[in-house]
């Protein structure tokens, strides 16, 4: 199942292979753009016609793995990157085989892609280190870039756990208040999920195996980047990659790995090695300056002495007021003036 916006033609659904080829010569040749995004419930043939055209066109995809799709596949088509430690998880079990046939049999929609926690606790009981090293050795042959983003899962647990200074975090203040009322029923949808205790700690274990995953992705040679899914619940706009930054330190990335994740991985990914990814001469200035090294404990890349964007710096006292202007702005909202 794939959904479009009813204002859109309908080849934008991509829901057979001729409507993919479609699409992806009006995106190339009407909209000119750098790459094109797949989702999880792109049927598995449209999948196919869409890299083949892509690929004649010279225009990257990246996203989701669709559900349908072996993960091996995906990467053997050339999708340049694959987000979500899930998508990874879901393909090394026994029984990923028939999940996505199941998946394609039914059209799922993308909603299907979060599992209820006795099917995560199923898919963590039957990992198979073996297809897992299989998936990397085909990433790395084809140069394919991994996303984790960890804090989509941590949000899951935390969410089925009732986790009440997680839930109130003073960020919610900053943010429109339509995402506000949005994540906290994504936090009753998951609580929904979740019968109790037991199946929290589903969610806790699939998380903490998604950390392993991407420990043993970066050691297997993986370009591993920091991502964060902002927009997603608890995902919050700029501060978000500063979570994910601690998280991936916590699969056991050293401070140096994980800041690479962030820099020189991004700029590489992007073919922009000569602008960005270090500070030297004749590279593009955007940068934080921090009052600590991040290098000795990469929650110090919390401590922002100033920030200089697109010629323009500021310092923390200009920070300050961004930030309050953003919080008065949120509550003016709130109060619909």
Known sequence: MTRRRPDLPTFFGAGTPDDARELVRYLVDESSVDAIKVYSGLPRDSFFALMDEANQRGITVVGHKPLGVDFIEAVNAGQRSIEHAR????????????????????????SERDQKPAMLTKILQEHDPKRLRAIFAAMKKHDTYYVPTHLTRRFDWIAAAGDPQALNDPRLQLIHPTAVTRALKDVEQTRARASGPTDAAAYKAFFEKGLEVTRLAYRAGINVMAGTDTGDSFCFPGSALLDELELMASSGLSPAEVLRTATLTPARYANKSNDFG?????????????????????????????????????????????????????????KGE
């Open 87 to 110: 998508e990874i998880l879901l393909d090394s079990f026994r029984g990923a085989a028939q999940l996505q046939r199941d998946f394609e049999a039914r059209q799922a929609p993308p």
């Open 278 to 334: 270090a500070v030297s001469a004749g590279r593009i200035a955007d940068l934080v300056v921090l009052d600590a090294d991040p290098l000795a404990d990469i929650r110090n890349v919390r401590a922002t002495r100033m920030v200089v964007f697109n010629g323009r710096l500021f310092d923390r006292a200009e920070l300050d007021r961004i930030l309050a202007g953003v919080a008065e702005k949120a509550r003016s909202l709130r």
